[in-house]
């Protein structure tokens, strides 16, 4: 069992930046894809970046791409979602959430079974 605690988000004005970490207890994150996610009211749950367990391969969304940088320490056992340029469409719960698989990132939410209680990101225009 895992458990996942992200921190970092809050108001922020638009072009502005947040750093998310998640930091993981109970159990090691290196035998993990790693992914964050976000859901926003009234909308489903949507990928937004994700990376393997050694943190070689990356992937975003596209609405993300060239904003967002994920990124992990397994020494720390926390990864970190940097966010740069936001716009009030990132406004959503932010979540982190370990997957099933190691080397392979997949945007399926079924397919994390450890999920974070996620934080909220408010971006004001």
Same mark, same amino acid.
């Given at each position: 069992q895992v458990q996942l605690v992200e921190s970092g988000g809050g108001l922020v004005q638009a072009g502005g930046s947040l750093r !998310?970490?998640?930091?993981?207890?109970?159990? #090691? !994150?290196?035998?993990?894809?790693?992914?964050?996610?976000?859901?926003? =009211?009234?909308?489903?749950?949507?990928?937004?970046?994700?990376? #393997?367990?050694? $943190? @070689?391969i990356t992937y975003y969304t596209d609405s993300v791409k060239g904003r967002f940088i994920?990124?992990?320490d397994n020494a720390k056992d926390t990864v970190y979602l940097q966010m740069n340029s936001l716009k009030p469409e990132d406004t959503a719960a932010y979540y982190c959430a370990a @997957?099933? @698989?190691? @080397? #392979?990132?997949?945007?399926?939410? $079924?397919?994390? =079974?450890?999920?974070?209680?996620?934080?909220?990101?408010t971006v004001s225009s």
């Open positions: !998310l970490s998640c930091a993981a207890s109970g159990r #090691t !994150l290196r035998s993990s894809a790693m992914g964050w996610f976000r859901q926003a =009211p009234g909308k489903e749950r949507e990928f937004v970046a994700g990376i #393997t367990w050694d $943190g @070689s994920i990124s992990r @997957s099933m @698989s190691r @080397s #392979t990132v997949v945007a399926n939410t $079924g397919m994390y =079974p450890y999920w974070g209680q996620g934080t909220q990101v």
